[in-house]
């Protein structure tokens, strides 16, 4: 089921399709079973790179983050989200100390621009993750052209919003640090 230009529109389609047709709903980030899946990322990782990191991960709703923030709860690494200017739905909440409804603008809103971020994965980014930075429209794109240009890998503008805050500059790794980017996302167009 397609509907909408933005998550939110796609989102009502989808609880749409489920009460008429009682499909299986499964949310893209509030949900236990999908924190719990987007935590089996950072499983990974922590089998690839040394205790002591960071990871940049993009938000949108907050589920892969959730789940990477979860699985890194107490341990040396540190956990970064990245999201849009125009799409601050982890930064307002933090702001606000809850879920609360946010702006739902950029380049990226078709993945990372919810209307907030889901309730189950809020209390773990309060704990967990370090901090939110937001980067611009304009380094997302441009994210994504040297990550074409250089790599060969197509991302969606979503799925480039944690390398454009390395680019751009926003987030300055220490010497020596090991610092891990999520490039994540499945809506790429070239």
């Known amino acids: 089921?397609?509907?909408?230009?933005?998550?939110?529109?796609?989102?009502?389609?989808?609880?749409?399709?489920?009460?008429?047709?009682?499909?299986?709903?499964?949310?893209?980030?509030?949900?236990?079973?999908?924190?719990?899946?987007?935590g089996t990322l950072a499983r990974e990782l922590a089998s690839q790179v040394p205790d002591e990191a960071t990871v940049l991960v993009a938000v949108g709703g907050g589920g892969l983050i959730g789940g990477v923030a979860a699985w890194y709860a107490g341990e040396k690494t540190r956990v970064i989200g990245v999201e849009p200017?125009?799409?601050?739905?982890?930064?307002?909440?933090?702001?606000?100390?809850?879920?609360?409804?946010?702006?739902?603008?950029?380049?990226?809103?078709?993945?990372?621009?919810?209307?907030?971020?889901?309730?189950?994965?809020?209390p773990i980014a309060q704990r967990h993750v370090d901090r939110v930075l937001l980067v611009d429209d304009d380094d997302i794109v441009r994210a994504q052209d040297v990550l074409w240009d250089v790599f060969r890998l197509i991302l969606e503008p979503g799925g480039a919003a944690a390398f454009a805050a390395i680019l751009s500059g926003l987030y300055k790794p220490s010497i020596d640090e090991h610092v891990v980017v999520v490039l994540c996302g499945g809506n790429a167009q070239r």
């Not at 893209?28 to 899946?37: D, P």
Request: hydrophobic fraction near 45%; glycine fraction near 10%.
């Open 1 to 38: 089921m397609i509907g909408g230009d933005r998550y939110a529109d796609a989102l009502e389609a989808s609880e749409r399709y489920v009460a008429e047709s009682e499909a299986l709903p499964i949310h893209a980030f509030n949900q236990t079973e999908t924190l719990l899946g987007q």
């Open 85 to 122: 200017v125009g799409a601050p739905t982890l930064t307002e909440a933090l702001k606000a100390g809850r879920s609360v409804d946010a702006p739902a603008g950029s380049i990226a809103a078709d993945s990372l621009a919810p209307r907030r971020v889901g309730e189950l994965m809020f």
